[in-house]
């Protein structure tokens, strides 16, 4: 597969967000510089990554150029950028390059197709605090965007009945069971789609929703219907400048804000419903 090499220069405050917002556009690896980032994806999707980036550039102040990369290791090239996760001494996320921890509650070994991103620690490491308050024993569990499967695996791991996710993403969804196998867990369903592609008849006690802005105000209304009565939704990869706006657009829809969590400039949040 040929790939291509996006340059993109900012201020150094944004690297991050870049990042994050660039990996959940499907991007495959990245490499901080002291300019900003550079983003690598498949030559094959290029008029998809100059729409996604135009798209960010409505809304962030960068500068962005683009040539054909010549052949790299690109397991090297993730292994580099992928730094494990570890929550208190409740949960730690490695690669199996990783030296294990044993002085944690859960360890889950997660091997990406796709860069695992840095700028997505602080809204994983969110999402798993959540997960392990919400306490998933027997309940139904839906987990909205897979992306590696981390946050159904670890529900299912933490004794959740029932662990559905959905991604758009074919290399997400194979990802997604690839992971669930190797950490010894079984996913109920596991599908290769949008959200329109998982029924409303039986709704989830606890919906996690770890995306970005754009999914979550669009899809909020059939995210609602396919939350049980009683349920709870976790949201998280929402930067603290759309706070106001998500909070407001689920209220809407007649879900009540128990919480907002915080850590560095991403929010995570905890919506229930009556």
């Known amino acids: 597969m040929m790939f291509h090499q996006y340059t993109l220069v900012n201020n150094a405050d944004l690297t991050q967000i870049l990042i994050a917002f660039l990996g959940e556009a499907g991007f495959d690896s990245f490499q901080e510089t002291e300019e900003g980032v550079l983003a690598f994806a ?21 500068t962005y150029t683009w040539a054909p990369l010549e052949d790299k290791n690109w397991n090297e090239e993730w292994e580099r950028q992928f730094n494990p996760i570890q929550i208190g001494d409740r949960l730690y996320i490695r690669a199996d390059f990783h030296a294990p921890n044993p002085e ?15 700028g997505h620690h602080a809204t994983t490491y969110m999402m798993c605090e959540l997960i392990f308050d919400q306490n998933p024993v027997g309940k139904r569990v839906f987990d909205y965007g897979s992306g590696t499967g981390v946050l159904a695996i670890l529900a299912k791991r933490l004794g959740a009945a029932q662990a559905d996710a959905v991604d758009i993403e074919s290399w997400s969804a194979e990802n997604t069971l690839e992971n669930a196998a190797r950490n010894g867990v079984i996913l109920d369903e596991v599908i290769h789609g949008e959200l329109k592609d998982v029924p409303e008849g039986a709704p989830y006690d606890l919906i996690l929703a770890n995306i970005n802005r754009n ?10 219907q396919r939350l049980a009565p009683g349920g709870t939704a976790l949201f998280s990869g929402i930067l603290v400048t759309d706070e106001d706006l998500l909070v407001s657009r689920l ?23 009556n």
Request: overall charge negative.
């Open 42 to 62: 498949s030559a094959e999707a290029h008029d998809r990554w100059l729409e996604e980036l135009e798209a960010l550039k409505q809304r962030f102040e960068f």
């Open 104 to 118: 944690v509650e859960q360890e889950l070994i997660i091997t990406p197709k796709m860069a695992f991103g840095t």
């Open 215 to 224: 999914v979550i105000l669009t899809t909020a209304e059939a995210l609602y």
């Open 251 to 273: 209220t809407s829809l007649g879900l009540q804000h128990q919480e907002t969590r915080k850590r560095e400039d991403w929010r995570a949040f905890v919506f229930t419903r």
